[in-house]
């Protein structure tokens, strides 16, 4: 049987098969699940630093977030949103934007995916969908660990919002899930720039660390004060509004700003990555 | 002859990186059904070439096709019809050799999932590495990694089969395996186009040679026909060297030159036993005469100058 034979038509769920495969390889890979363990962990440090506080001052409540979660576990979800947004999560996508191309390039796979043929604006595609899942996962992750720590530690039950209202265990738990939402979207928008980056060196921890310095650099730019101009254009201004899903009634000017401004970089960023991917020699 | 397009064709092609003209002016003509072997030494511009035709790297001038059809353009029609090695194997190393040919058949929207496990199992099989099938791909001998990749050029039937030095890395009885398995194929009608720097290897295995020499093609055509670039040549042993070449230039044989107890040359045409009585009849002390057709080593060696000096 001669190849000519053979259909070359695109078959149907071709995509879905290589993105499968990426998912697969993303999370089969021992580091990228030491990876989670160290999100979930850092999640179990805060609850049981936060358990010994409250042991030491009983009674001794304030009213930020980390106060309230001695009151209910289930605000360990989105305190360990809080401590995770600025450093970990970043770094986490970093990764695995570092290895999305340049570590392909790196090992050699690049081109033999090429000869394939799977399609330079394919292979992007999926690999931007990849990072997308990854930040999610990060994200989830990250609340169902506080969920699960919290409970453990501190019980369930109503939520007392920072307003000061009651909601129900639903709710709250609802909330957290849209919260974990609302921050990959903003962690898969820096995932475009690491593609980007990843586009451009065949050095997967070049682009990792470029991408996790980029992150690091907004933060610093968002943080002070004689910037303030810059602000409503910095990526991570608004990443930290999920705390407004704890108001009552919920706040939602900030996140629905901070969405348009993750999708412009996203849309920016992986359309880059497209101009410069779309026409590199492969030198692997 | 059929009128069918060239497996690979192209025409001016050139790549320069930085300042280095790498790939110059390349008129590659690779006959459907050809077993071709494409020769050069070491930076000579092979894999930049191969990396050219499989749209890897793109062409500062010229145009090349694959199967009849414009490369880059048409890569994702042609390529699914062209298995490919190119300048070594490369996997991921923590995945299995099975786990690795399903990826990259997950890459090519054409292929049938359906039978992808059962092509993987017979790709492996027909690079002996069915044993070898779970093993991650960083516990594989440099000869395995080499095997996995050829195995992953023969994930589907192919109708054109571009390798890069495959035999690179393989002990003598891979070698012969990899040969003998190259060889089936082509017999099967699949063009295979194969890049080495071991003419021996190359001139058991194609019926078609190209010469690279510098990013420049020197020479191309079917091994006979380039055989025929062996020009005979004769050596002559005398002490009397200027009576001897006095009679020689007379026949017209001008390129003798002087060797350690004669002269040698080309022959230029002219018959050995016209030679042999010229000089007896002019009073030459004939000690000895022999005609001597150099090796194709030889011949290649000339055609890609400096020998196997890397150049640039
Ligand atoms: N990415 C690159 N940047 C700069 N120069 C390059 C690059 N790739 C190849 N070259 C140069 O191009 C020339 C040809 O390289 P190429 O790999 O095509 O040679 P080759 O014939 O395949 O050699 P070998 O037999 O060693 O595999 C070499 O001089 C090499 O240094
Ligand atoms: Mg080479």
Same mark, same amino acid.
């Given at each position: ?284 | ?100 040919? /399903? ?25 002996? /590495? ?47 395996? =990899? ?25 058991? /295995? ?19 026909? /380039? ?82 000096? =890397?150049?640039?």
């Amino acid at each position: 049987m001669s190849a000519a034979e053979v259909s070359v038509r695109r078959r149907r769920g071709s995509f879905g098969r290589l993105f499968a495969s990426e998912v697969h390889l993303v999370f089969g890979r021992r580091r990228n699940q030491v990876g989670l363990l160290v999100l979930f962990g850092l999640v179990t440090m805060l609850g049981v630093a936060l358990k010994v506080s409250a042991m030491r001052h009983p009674g001794d409540r304030g009213g930020d977030l980390f106060s309230l979660v001695a009151g209910n576990g289930v605000f360990l979800g989105f305190a360990g949103l809080t401590i995770e947004i600025a450093l970990f999560l970043p770094l986490a996508v970093s990764v695995l934007a570092g290895d999305a191309v340049a570590g392909e390039a790196n090992l050699g796979t690049l081109r033999y995916l090429l000869v394939a043929p799977v399609g330079r604006g394919r292979l992007l595609v999926v690999k931007a969908c990849a990072l997308g899942v990854g930040a999610l996962t990060g994200a989830v992750l990250v609340a169902l660990a506080g969920v699960l720590v919290g409970v453990l530690l501190f019980g369930a039950g109503p939520l007392i919002t920072l307003s000061g209202s009651q909601i129900g265990l639903g709710d709250g738990l609802l909330r957290l899930l849209l919260a974990a939402l609302y921050v990959a979207v903003g962690l898969a928008a820096l995932g475009m720039i690491g593609l980007f980056i990843s586009t451009l060196t065949e050095q997967p921890i070049a682009a990792t660390v470029a991408t996790a310095m980029v992150s690091t650099l907004l933060w610093i730019l968002d943080a002070v004060p004689q910037l303030d101009w810059l602000h409503p254009w910095l990526l991570v201004d608004r990443w930290s509004a999920f705390i407004d899903l704890l108001r009552d009634p919920v706040f939602t000017d900030r996140m629905v700003t901070g969405l348009w401004v993750d999708i412009a970089y996203g849309a920016v960023f992986l359309f880059a990555a497209w101009l410069r991917f779309r026409v590199k020699d492969i030198t692997s | 002859m059929s009128s069918a397009p060239p497996a690979i064709a192209s025409d001016g092609l050139g790549k320069r990186f930085g300042r280095q003209q790498v790939v110059a002016d390349l008129a590659l003509d690779v006959p459907k059904g050809a077993c071709y072997g494409f020769i050069g030494p070491n930076g000579s511009g092979k894999t930049t070439t191969i990396r050219m035709l499989l749209g890897l790297v793109r062409p500062d001038g010229g145009s090349c096709s694959l199967l009849g059809e414009p490369m880059p353009s048409a890569a994702a029609s042609v390529l699914p019809r062209v298995g490919a090695l190119v300048e070594g194997p490369a996997f991921h190393p923590y995945l299995s050799g099975t786990a690795n040919l /399903l990826r990259v058949d997950a890459a090519d929207p054409t292929s049938d999932p359906a039978t992808a496990r059962s092509r993987v199992g017979s790709a492996l099989e027909r690079v002996g /590495l069915s044993a070898a099938a779970g093993k991650r791909y960083r516990a594989y001998s440099l000869g395995m990694r080499q095997r996995l990749g050829i195995a992953a050029a023969l994930l589907q039937p192919r109708d054109l089969l571009v390798l890069d030095e495959p035999t690179n890395g393989l002990d003598p009885q891979g070698t012969r395996e =990899v040969r003998h398995l190259v060889a089936g194929l082509a017999a099967e009608g699949t063009t295979v186009f194969v890049s080495s720097h071991l003419l021996a290897e190359v001139e058991q /295995l194609c019926d078609h040679i190209g010469v690279m020499r510098e990013g420049r093609l020197v020479a191309q055509g079917p091994l006979a026909e /380039l055989e025929g670039l062996r020009a005979q040549r004769f050596r002559l042993q005398t002490a009397d060297v200027a009576a001897a070449r006095g009679v020689l230039s007379g026949l017209g044989v001008q390129d003798a030159s002087e060797a350690t107890d004669g002269l040698a040359g080309s022959l230029s045409g002219v018959e050995p036993e016209r030679i042999v009585r010229a000089l007896v009849e002019a009073g030459v002390a004939v000690r000895g005469f022999a005609v001597v057709r150099p090796t194709l080593e030889e011949a290649f060696v000339e055609l890609t100058g400096e020998g196997f000096d =890397v150049s640039g």
